[in-house]
């Protein structure tokens, strides 16, 4: 299996090129060159697989033993999934009135991230450890995807990871989530500035290639498509939990942001899989607008309740119009412009295409999320964090028109968001390991406003590469 660019610019690039660099040199985004199809028998001798038994046999269909030999595939999901805290790793919570929660938050971050995250981290590693050479992730953050990055790569050797958060605008929790943790690989700074204000300091350092290629320095975002691979794994595992008869559609209900959830899913149902998607979003997506009318005009986003949703621009959607478009690298092109431009026009035909599988749910502001907190609790005694909660009321409004199976993912724990169960007036859950958090030691390094933060962290990541050197030089 090759990958290529959405933009059509690259092509023939192998598992292993695509996972280090992560994005195409054309500014599109890698997919697949041709999508596998898994049959219903298939589908139906993989009901009952345990998770990381599940996730290589989907694997095995994007990445071939000349990749990486069966056994070792066998070995990166079995260690990546020995990080969560439950045996079943994703396990379903059946609720009043049919409602299914599908946890995906017991990795060690506490939120979904982790699913893609620890499994991205094995597979640098045994690259890496394979070409003996030493890799730099350079991470912007602004809330979840900091914390999983660090949990995935922290104390291996061949990795170190720089994470950079927008100081006082995340929240308690996740910001001690990055600075408690004191392996020598990681290495954390407070910026005094938003998020895009730390943005360039990532755009400046990725706009060199040269320094990028120097140092090895990559980025675990979720432009990467091992992402999207692995978050196929747990829509294959709700859907055969819930139907392993393999002979029902299931209605999966996602809370959304960048869209690598749905994206994942309608990759799997290319494959095949009988499902379809509901995005959850709140009204700071532009997606429920651009599915009305295929047009949209990007402005300004508000905070919620929901923060790792605050996303205008499901960036995903470029992956999607291409699954969407027969691969019409010439359309991207000219969508992905317009969406520059600040002003999309989607074809009636792509849209059409996005509606057979897409439906979205815009909530109606913070207090929807309240009181699907609040309804999930006094019906069940049973938490949702903010983003769930979304999800949940989609669910709790059309819950009586869904026919068939449905299930809502649950992308964070509720322990990561004490403010907004409180404010929806719910018992907060107690956990001894957010208690912990606030006790133990923390290490992180303040960037204050004037300074040359681009300096700064380029010295930083000169300074790692002094320390450990690759054996090898990197691939021209
Ligand atoms: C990242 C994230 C989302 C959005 O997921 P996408 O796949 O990017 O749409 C939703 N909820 C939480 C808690 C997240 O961390």
């Known amino acids: 299996m090759k990958?290529?660019?959405?933009?059509?610019?690259?092509?023939?690039?192998s598992f292993k090129d695509m996972l280090l660099s992560g994005y195409a040199c054309d500014g599109g985004m890698l997919l697949p060159e041709n999508i596998p199809t898994v049959s219903r028998e298939t589908l139906r001798s993989w009901a009952g697989l345990p998770y990381a038994e599940l996730a290589f046999k989907i694997a095995s269909c994007f990445i071939e033993e000349s990749d990486i030999p069966a056994s070792d595939l066998q070995r990166i999901f079995e260690q990546a999934y020995s990080t969560f805290s439950v045996p079943e790793v994703v396990p379903l919570a059946h609720l009043k009135d049919g409602l299914v929660v599908v946890?995906?938050?017991?990795?060690?971050?506490?939120a979904f991230k982790d699913l893609s995250l620890a499994c991205l981290g094995n597979f640098y590693n045994y690259f890496l450890r394979e070409?003996?050479?030493?890799?730099?992730?350079?991470?912007?953050?602004?809330?979840?995807?900091?914390?999983?990055?660090?949990?995935?790569?922290?104390?291996?050797?061949k990795v170190d990871i720089i994470v950079m958060l927008p100081r006082g605008r995340i929240t308690q929790i996740q910001e001690l989530m990055m600075t408690t943790v004191l392996d020598s690989n990681v290495h954390v700074y407070r910026m005094d500035g938003s998020s895009d204000d730390i943005d360039i300091v990532v755009r400046d350092l990725f706009g060199d290639p040269a320094f990028v290629q120097q140092h090895n320095l990559a980025?675990?975002?979720s432009l990467n498509f091992t992402r999207v691979l692995v978050q196929m794994v747990h829509i294959y595992y709700t859907y055969l939990q819930l139907c392993p008869s393999a002979d029902c559609e299931l209605e999966m209900i996602c809370p959304t942001g960048g869209a690598g959830n749905v994206t994942a899913g309608m990759l799997a149902r290319e494959m095949g899989l009988p499902a379809k998607f509901v995005c959850a979003v709140n009204d700071n997506n532009v997606l429920s607008r651009i599915m009305d009318n295929g047009q949209c005009n990007l402005g300004d986003v508000h905070v919620t309740l929901a923060p790792a949703m605050d996303i205008q621009f499901a960036y995903n959607l470029e992956r999607i119009w291409h699954l969407c478009s027969n691969g019409d690298s010439t359309l991207i092109k000219k969508i992905m412009k317009e969406v520059d431009d600040g002003n999309v026009n989607v074809p009636v035909n792509v849209l059409n295409a996005m509606k057979k599988a897409i439906k979205v749910y815009t909530v109606k502001g913070d207090e929807e999320i309240k009181s699907a907190i609040k309804r999930c609790w006094d019906e069940n005694e049973y938490n949702i964090c903010p983003h769930t909660a979304i999800g949940v009321a989609y669910y709790y409004s059309h819950g009586k028109d869904i026919k068939g199976l449905s299930a809502v993912l649950a992308t964070a724990s509720p322990l990561k968001f004490p403010d907004a169960i409180k404010a929806s007036e719910v018992p907060v859950p107690n956990s001894e390991r957010m208690h912990q958090l606030v006790v133990s030691p923390a290490r992180h390094i303040d960037l204050e406003k004037g300074q040359d933060w681009t300096a700064i962290i380029r010295a930083k990541v000169e300074e790692i590469s002094q320390q450990k050197p690759s054996q090898t030089t990197v691939d021209p």
């Open 3 to 13: 990958y290529h660019s959405t933009r059509g610019g690259a092509s023939g690039m």
């Open 103 to 110: 946890e995906l938050f017991h990795g060690r971050s506490l």
């Open 131 to 157: 070409d003996d050479r030493h890799m730099t992730l350079l991470v912007c953050t602004s809330g979840d995807t900091g914390s999983a990055a660090i949990e995935a790569v922290r104390g291996f050797d």
């Open 219 to 221: 980025s675990p975002s």
